[in-house]
């Protein structure tokens, strides 16, 4: 089991950016396909982008694409999104996710572990 801790959170005007970082433990890292998550309040849990093990394939949500990059750092276990020009939109707890998958995943039923989640808030 992978256990997934998020950090980078904060509150910022829109137009900012902001670094979110997800340290993972347990089970080698590598083998996983990691993907990032948000959900709004009131609202349902909602994919924003993944990475395959490797690093090599990417996808977004459509909301974020262009504005967002998801990374992997395998030697430090861990998985970043680079938010920028952010929108009051994007505010949300921001969730980290291992998959089941070596390949990337939007499906939040394809991932087997998550974190506690990081609170973004963009005023406007």
């Known amino acids: 089991q992978v256990q997934l801790v998020e950090s980078g959170g904060g509150l910022v005007q829109a137009g900012a950016s902001l670094r979110l970082s997800c340290a993972a433990s347990g089970r080698p890292f590598s083998t996983n396909a990691m993907g990032w998550f948000r959900q709004a309040p009131g609202k349902e849990r909602d994919f924003v982008a993944t990475?395959?093990?490797?690093?090599?394939?990417?996808g977004y949500a459509d909301s974020v694409k262009g504005r967002f990059t998801i990374s992997r750092d395998n030697a430090k276990n861990t998985v970043y999104l680079q938010m920028n020009s952010l929108k009051p939109e994007d505010t949300a707890v921001y969730y980290c996710a291992a998959s089941y998958s070596s390949d990337t995943q939007v499906a939040a039923n394809r991932y087997a572990a998550w974190g506690q989640g990081t609170q973004v808030t963009v005023s406007s």
């Open positions: 990475i395959s093990r490797s690093g090599g394939s990417t």
